[in-house]
């Protein structure tokens, strides 16, 4: 398995795709092994598929189905109990607030998702989370669980109620125009994280769904899995995590990795080798991966692109994406990334 794969989604998330690409006259099971999903995962209770095979999925039926906001139509539609008992405890919660931080406390019930918070300035609550940078395909993702924390959120709070704005991780779509009407009137794209953001007097008014018996029940077996999970903490995965998020800045220094990741250079490369692995590769795996990311943005230029990851120039950037691709970025970009 590679540091990708190792970012988990419960398979619970595939309960309705097959349906909605169906029912809009696109084959569904090409798409499922196109990207190594073949025969469908069975859902259980501990059953987790690759993320980055699971966006991949919602990407290629996008394109199937020419419907850019799909993850949107997807989350709108979503029976918002089939989560399971980490969605049952948020909607059974007696307030908002609690509803909230115990989502953030078993997230990864649900999907292993290293950055989720929920903050207020005494106003404004916001309520944020981020994928790993290195799951490439995640824009279809944004938009599905953007379009299920509205939804949770009426659900609990009330039918009239409606968040402020959203922040999407996701590049600005063909047409807006749905995301403001579905989620709220001010909506930004191409954000470092995703966040609904709303009047913090809502945090503690009683739950509509409140129910204190379930609440507690599914807590416990929340509380239980959390425990059996498998979280992807291996060393590479933690560099190349750390890589990505440092590209755009400064670019990627060991020296600074291994200071946030509270360890000596000489230590950290001691314990990559031991593990074939060295400090190099790993930025170019990040490289890599961040690129793919970046070239599914079209209002991105590669001059842009080059400098978000690194490169002293834009011809750098082109050596490597024929390296990594076989191809320049503007044919990786017209091709959309299939599979040949």
């Known amino acids: 398995m590679n540091e990708v794969d190792q970012y988990g989604i419960h398979s619970r998330v595939m309960a309705g795709v097959r349906p909605y690409v169906e029912g809009r006259g696109a084959a569904f099971d090409p798409l ?7 025969p469908e995962p069975e859902e259980a209770i501990d059953r987790f598929i690759p993320m980055a095979r699971y966006g991949e999925l919602l990407e290629r039926a996008a394109r199937a189905l020419n419907e850019p906001a799909l993850g949107l139509h997807l989350g ?21 607030r609690l509803a909230l931080n115990s989502l953030v406390r078993h997230i990864r019930v649900y999907a292993d998702i290293p950055f989720i918070a929920l903050t207020t300035d005494g106003r404004w609550a916001q ?11 995640r824009h279809q993702m944004c938009d599905r669980s953007m379009a299920l924390m509205a939804r949770y959120l009426r659900a609990i709070i009330g039918p009239s109620f409606r ?20 989620l709220a009137p001010i909506v930004r794209f ?17 739950s509509a769904t409140a129910d204190s018996a379930l609440y507690e029940v ?24 750390d890589i990505a998020r440092s590209l755009p800045g400064d670019g990627p220094s060991i020296q600074e990795t291994a200071r946030r990741l509270a360890t000596t250079p000489r230590s950290l490369q001691r314990h990559l080798a031991g593990i074939g692995r060295s400090y190099n590769e790993l930025v170019d795996a990040s490289r890599q991966a961040s690129a793919q990311a970046l070239l599914q943005d079209s209002s991105l230029s590669m001059g842009e692109i080059a400098h978000r990851l690194g490169f002293a120039n834009q011809g750098n950037f082109t050596r490597a994406v024929r390296r990594w691709f076989g191809t320049s970025p503007r044919e990786l970009r017209r091709s959309g990334f299939e599979k040949t």
């Open 32 to 38: 499922l092994k196109a990207v190594d999903l073949y």
């Open 76 to 96: 709108a539609s979503y029976d918002a109990r089939a989560l399971g008992s980490w969605a049952l405890s948020f909607l059974s919660a007696p307030t908002p």
């Open 127 to 137: 309520f944020t989370w981020g994928y790993s940078p290195l799951v490439v395909h």
């Open 163 to 182: 968040p402020l704005g959203v922040r999407l991780e996701r590049p600005p779509p063909p047409d807006a125009k749905p995301y403001r009407q579905f």
């Open 190 to 206: 191409s954000q470092p994280v995703n966040t609904i953001i709303f009047p913090d007097r809502h945090l503690d008014v009683p």
């Open 218 to 241: 599914s807590c416990a077996l929340n509380e239980r899995l959390l425990k059996e999970r498998r979280l992807p903490e291996d060393l590479a995965t933690r560099v190349m995590e």
